[in-house]
């Protein structure tokens, strides 16, 4: 192509760009006159969008990380149809005299009790006070409570002390190793009532028939957040009480979490977004120094975040942990677009236009820009929509749509306001957006007489950031969200060190045939398992306490042998085996309904280890499964499932889509860059001063070793998105300015004393609006709010200083073929 034709091919973009802006013009008019027409329909839209928010809701469970139809996700829930919940509140009481004193075991009791009887929707609930205890007694099979009998002599309580302590099913699971520690374990039911009479025997029948009817539709719900929230409100009111009676009481366990998981979210959606609102209006007071004006912009951008909100409802996405950051993040994008309009429209007041004039000035001038960003900004945003991490996959599907209807309402609402509104001077000059704009005009400068010594010292920075970028971890640990002295890290805490753990594995043994569980061959391997998992002790995880039904195998055979110590062991006759289970069956014990299916092919071993980062579980599981169907062979089928399981899943994830994510916003933006700047050089160019602020970023996070997790993983996405908008705004009014003038210094200074002051206004507003976020409960929100508030700091700077040192370059080794 010669110098002839890209020149040309250069103007006729020129030429395109005109008529659409000529276009956006023509619509200020139509929307001046028109204006009241334009707000009623806007109105109807949003008022019957706005119906749709009581049916809003919030997930913060384990398995909401993953997507419904993930493998392990299907497989967990399968898991669940079969054994029922295995997610457990957890209880902790301490003694400093240790549990078998007889004035702490009453007061145990009384709260055992209490819990069993005031516990919405109570599946099973187990404590040292109604331990299984096995043994025999003159040829008898005798299987009850360990406190069945209330001691009422010292003796017969330190009888029973010594009975617990040697239960090797007692330690770590109802009381700690040295005996200080009690724990009160509460099983609730697995399937929500909400909507359906509630039939307490439908739940074991669904269990009983799970291996008939492989459906997901066949079954109820699982257990919804809100019965969720009201069976935490219950537990924590019993356990209040019994607190001020002298108990010292911690409690843990997942749907705790859960629960705290949704409050904190609400709360801080609501504080975050209050604390937008305000830090917005002040912004846009000190720039138009008028409260009329303060209105307009706040006006368009609540409106557009109840619209998102409301669509969220509507196609049941629900609000999860990372969309917390939506609403005050669409606020900040939907006051920057108003803001670029009135900035122009002011422009145009000032010169002495009419209010009509001015808006189809205003329009005309910014309404192309804000599209292109908008455009750009929703381009990384949407990237997120294939990420296996649910949330955040969600916030993929939102956010973009948040953007466009922010868009919508300030191309569409915005004029037909501004035609309405009484508006009737322009700005009166003062002193600080001088100083602002001798900060800009000055970056300019630098940029446009030295850009070498600009574009090295970013350089020199990208080199560091890379350098660090590199050892940038990832997490996903939910307990390290919470505050170091937040009361549920500190039972979690308590439960690693003195307890075996308080996160859960899960094993399925499935033999494919009636009574398989009873072949002793098998029960031998799984007794391999339990040898092997006393063995593990790797990346702090240790198998604290193993439990299923070689558990009572064990206790059966040594009840049925006179107690003997020698006969805790496994029959090698499967007839005996049958029998012996049958008796215990026979005794009213009903543990095996959650040990076993009830054609005793299926087995499951439950195995206790620490919460902690799921980094270390991926690895883990992946040898521990390995060495499992080694042990097990062709006995049967193992799946190894359940809360551990999702977590280290959910890692995997996490880090397959921030790669993925990131590589599908640079796909997406890089060409909308170079079609909508219209020129293939200046748009590649442009992606630089893009991606500066993200390598700068990743690598603050490498030298303070802040991980990347469910958060942080949203900002590079983030930051690209919205450091595209200030890019287009300044290469989109440099590129007019440079058409005018063919000198890149002056067309420079002009496009910052015009536009940059908006960059500005709009990346203090920006990043203002995530370092809201220092201010929230959980570490990782805080985390993100200031890394994508330093990232979009870096973001306006790239562009004020990075960017007009490449495009005088550009445009000097370009020459006279021109910036096309």
Known sequence: MTIKDKKSGGAQAHQIRDRIEAGFGAWGLFAFRHAWAIIALSIVILGGMMTQLQYIRMDTSTEGFLHEDAPIRVAYNKFRHQFGRDERLLVIVESENGVFQADFLEKLRDLHED??????????IKSIINARDTFGRENELVVQDLFEDWPDTSEKLEAIKQRALSNPNYINNFISK??????????????????????????????????????????????????????????????EKHRQQGLKIQVAGTPLMVYLLMDIL????????????????????????????????????????????????????????AMQIMPSFLLAVGVGNSVHIFTAFFQAVNRGD???????????????????????????????????????????????????????????????????????????????????????????????????????????????????????PFSHDPVKWFQKDHPFRVATETLNDRLGGGMFLEVLIDTQKENGIQNPVL??????????????????????????ILDINKELHKALNENREAFYTIPD????????????ENSGADDLEELVDSQFSKAR???????????????????????????????????????????????????????????????????????????????????IPNLTPIIITLGLMGIFHIP?????????????????????????????????????????????????????????????????????????????????????????????????????????????????
């Not at 819990?115 to 599946?123: C, D, E, G, I, Y």
């Not at 029960?523 to 299923?548: F, P």
């Not at 006759?573 to 215990?584: T, Y």
């Not at 079609?675 to 442009?686: A, T």
């Open 266 to 321: 609400g709360k801080d959606m609501t504080k975050f977004t209050g604390l937008s609102i305000i830090v917005i209006a002040l912004f846009l007071f000190l720039l138009f120094r008028r409260l009329a004006i303060v209105f307009l912009p706040l006006l368009v951008a609540i409106l557009s975040m109840l619209f998102t909100v409301s669509f969220m409802a509507c196609i049941d996405i629900p609000l999860s942990t």
């Open 523 to 548: 029960l031998h391997k799984i007794d391999e398992i339990y040898d092997y998992a006393a063995t593990i002790n790797e990346n702090n995880i240790y198998i604290g306490k193993t439990v299923s």
């Open 708 to 820: 990347l997790d469910t958060f942080t993983l949203l900002i590079g996405s983030i930051a690209l998105g919205l450091a595209v908008d200030d890019t287009i705004h300044f290469m989109h009014n440099f590129q007019r300015y440079y058409k005018r003038s063919g000198n890149a210094e002056q067309a420079i200074h002009q496009t910052l004393q015009t536009t940059g002051q908006a960059i500005f206004f709009t990346s203090l507003v920006l990043s203002t609006g995530f370092f809201i976020f220092t201010l929230a409960t959980m570490q990782n929100m805080i985390h993100f709010g200031l890394l994508t508030g330093f990232c979009i700091i870096m973001a306006f700077l790239s562009d004020v200083l990075l960017a007009p040192a490449l495009v005088t370059l550009l445009a000097k080794i370009s020459g006279e073929k021109g910036l096309t």
């Open 573 to 584: 006759n499967q007839q005996l085996i049958a029998q012996e289970l049958l008796l215990f």
């Open 605 to 687: 071993i439950t195995m206790k280890l620490p919460f902690i980062d799921a980094i270390n579980y991926g690895p883990f599981q992946l040898k521990f499964e390995k060495k499992l169907k080694e042990i097990i062979g062709d006995s049967a089928s193992v799946t190894v499932t359940g809360l551990m399981g999702m977590m280290g899943e959910t890692l995997y994830a996490l880090i397959f889509s921030m790669v993925k994510s990131y590589i599908i916003a640079f796909a997406i933006i890089t060409p909308l860059m170079v079609m909508l700047i219209g020129s293939f050089r200046v748009g590649l160019v442009s992606m």
């Open 178 to 239: 040295d005996g200080k520690i009690a724990t009160i374990l509460i099983e609730n039911d697995a399937y929500s009532s909400i909507g359906q009479a509630f039939d307490p025997l439908a739940e074991l029948d669904s269990r009983f028939d799970a291996v008939d009817d492989e459906s997901e539709d066949s079954y109820p719900p699982f257990l919804s957040g809100e019965e969720n929230t009201e069976i935490v409100l219950a537990v924590e009111a019993i356990l």
């Open 354 to 472: 009419g209010k009509q004039e001015a808006l189809a000035h205003a329009m005309q001038h910014s309404g192309l820009a804000v599209v292109m960003t908008s455009l750009t900004t929703a381009g990384g945003l949407v990237s997120f929509i294939t990420a296996d991490v649910k949330p955040v996959a969600d916030f993929g599907v939102i956010t973009p749509l948040g953007i466009i209807s922010a868009l919508i309402f300030s191309i569409g609402l915005l004029p037909a306001l501004i035609a309405v509104f009484p508006i009737k001077e322009g700005l009166r000059e003062r002193e600080t957006p001088s100083l602002a704009l001798r900060f800009l005009l000055g970056c300019g400068h630098l940029a446009s007489t030295r850009p070498w010594t600009v574009i090295s010292g970013f350089a020199a920075v990208l080199a560091v950031s890379a350098f660090y970028m590199i050892q940038v």
């Open 115 to 124: 819990l069993a009887q005031n516990t919405p929707k109570l599946q099973d």
